[in-house]
């Protein structure tokens, strides 16, 4: 958390929402949060705006007259919009409250738009980066990351995904799925929705698995992205998925509730020191 369907719930709300309003202010409030070369920084942006954005599994990227940002949200990130000239939007992790007031104690970057909108990054871990880049640097810098095809991307396609699959035939299918190097997007919430909807059980090995079973994954990294783009991400807290709003997510952070296929209790237990989430009943370890 955030994964690719929280980026991509911030990646699009500043794409509507902010995109070619003219920066009125910059307030870094962490100097830590940002990464640059050449001389750049954050301060060039007095005047100017977010021109264009575009994302890469967790990585999003903001074009602006002076440089490339590319930002991720590591663990905690969380972005909000608000202002009188805007709709606003929330994203990322759910601490602080979506309705606290801003800026937080935790809060480390503050943009001011024109109209009374404001971004503001609140991070309560510490660990999300912003790097500047100059624009001939980008490419590069996004191609040492190595990452697989954007889960929404028309590159990933099934083809490649079993190639990329049978090409990691060694060890287990979740640290494998969590490998940006193959896939680029998911993270521990959506491998464990993933591998449910396939039936597959993460501690099967990659080299154990039949085509059926590999096609099914692929299907259900489709279907599990379908469902959670439009929701703008899971709604989990404090190891819980938060009642009332919906299923989703069907079985991570829902331990001791019932299986959505089957009814038996879900499952916690750990896979590669990763909190893991299964039906034991659905998806039988060999
Ligand atoms: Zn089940």
């Known amino acids: 958390m955030p994964e690719l369907p929280e980026v991509e719930a911030a990646r ?3 794409h509507e929402q902010l995109r070619c309003r003219t920066i009125t202010g910059i307030e870094l409030i962490r100097p830590g949060l940002v990464v ?3 001389g750049l920084s954050l301060d060039l942006l007095q005047g100017l705006c977010i021109e264009d954005t575009f994302r890469h599994g967790k990585y999003m990227v903001w074009q602006t007259e002076p440089m490339a940002i590319v930002v991720h949200m590591k663990m905690t990130g969380q972005f909000i919009a608000r202002g009188t000239g805007i709709p606003g939007f929330v994203s990322g992790h759910p601490v602080p409250a979506y ?8 809060t480390h970057l503050v943009l001011e738009f024109n109209d009374d909108a404001r971004l503001y990054f609140t991070d309560i871990r510490h660990f999300a980066r912003i790097w500047l880049l100059p624009h001939d640097e980008l490419a590069d810098h996004l191609a040492a990351l190595r990452l697989g095809p954007d889960l929404m991307s028309p590159e990933f396609t099934l083809d490649d995904f079993r190639a ?5 035939n060694v060890g287990r299918i979740k640290p494998i799925l969590l490998d940006q190097t193959v896939v680029a997007g998911l993270g521990n919430i959506y ?17 154990s698995l ?9 299907e259900g ?6 469902i959670a783009i439009p929701e703008g991400g899971a709604r989990i807290k404090h190891g819980k998925a938060i009642p009332d709003v919906g299923e989703f997510p069907f079985v991570h952070a829902r331990e001791g509730l019932p299986c959505q296929h089957c009814g038996a209790p ?7 020191n990763r909190g893991t989430y299964l039906c034991e009943v659905c998806q039988v370890s060999s």
């Open 36 to 38: 640059a070369e050449n």
């Open 210 to 218: 039949t085509d059926d079973e590999i096609d099914r994954i692929y």
């Open 191 to 207: 491998v464990d929705e993933v591998l449910w909807y396939a039936e597959i059980h993460p501690t099967r090995t990659a080299e």
């Open 221 to 226: 990294i489709v279907r599990t992205m379908e």
């Open 266 to 272: 879900i499952v916690k237990t750990q896979v590669n």
């Open 12 to 14: 699009r709300g500043i």
């Open 99 to 106: 309705d606290s007031e801003l800026p937080h104690k935790s």
């Open 164 to 168: 990329r699959l049978r090409r990691r």
